[in-house]
């Protein structure tokens, strides 16, 4: 059965840390690992990673995925009360990205 | 707004009544997923359409779900029977002509079954 697991659950930081949030998955006919922000209501994409050892950045979130070990970790800097969210990881198999299997989130609560 | 849209945003329910979601998606997007969420675990896969046609459902989707989207652009997910298991927050997703690219997400629609 496929797996995505996320941890922390949750996490509690002041306004200016830097959090790491993990993923790590078993599932069979990997193709790509998904970050999503849901505040909420929708989740909000944030990044698409296909291929091992390259950075994804956008601003102060940044993300990167080892196929060999089978997880990626969201990084996000000099955080601010705004990226209070749940943090959703997602892997797609086949060639479907929108069919995807999600983790239950790691949930930010970030404190000025 | 051009994002994906569902409606209504919140429905109350009895047990044993009928309900139908509507989800408009993304204009040129011909790619379509129901998915279901409840509450402190992450959204779960119910059915995939490509234009009108339902590719793929979900062991998920019991014999009282069914989905349509008739003419490949807005679709409805319709619970029959419903029980309190049901109370979910369903959520429609729309994606692009490539099936390698991501998913955008509406905003859901929340069943809280009574």
């Not at chain 1, 909000?44 to 990673?49: D, Y």
Request: proline share 3%; hydrophobic share 30%.
């Amino acid at each position: 059965e496929d797996k995505v697991v996320q941890s922390p659950l949750s996490l509690v930081v002041h306004e200016g840390d830097t959090v790491t949030l993990n993923c790590s998955y078993e599932v069979t006919n990997f193709r790509s690992l998904l970050w999503y922000k849901q505040e909420k209501k929708a989740p909000t994409f944030l990044f698409m990673l296909t291929s091992s050892g390259i950075e994804k950045k956008s601003g102060r979130l940044s993300s990167i995925l080892d196929k060999k070990e089978l997880f990626s970790i969201l990084n996000i800097t000099a955080t601010q009360t705004g990226d209070s969210a749940i943090y959703l990881c997602a892997v797609a198999k086949g060639t479907n990205a929108g069919k995807s299997t999600f983790g239950d989130g790691t949930t930010l609560t970030v404190k000025p | 707004d051009t994002g994906v849209s569902q409606d209504p945003r919140h429905k109350i329910t009895k047990r044993g009544q009928n309900v139908t979601f509507r989800c408009d998606p993304i204009s040129e997007h011909n790619r379509l997923y129901w998915y279901r969420q409840t509450l402190g675990q992450g959204p779960e896969f119910l059915t995939y359409f490509q234009n009108e046609a339902q590719l793929e459902k979900s062991r998920l989707l019991s014999d009282r779900f069914s989905a349509e989207r008739p003419k490949g652009s807005f679709s409805t997910l319709e619970i029959q029977r419903t029980e309190q298991g049901d109370s979910a927050m369903y959520l429609c997703a729309s994606g692009g002509g490539q099936l390698n690219t991501e998913a955008f997400f509406g905003q859901g629609t929340r069943l809280t079954v009574v």
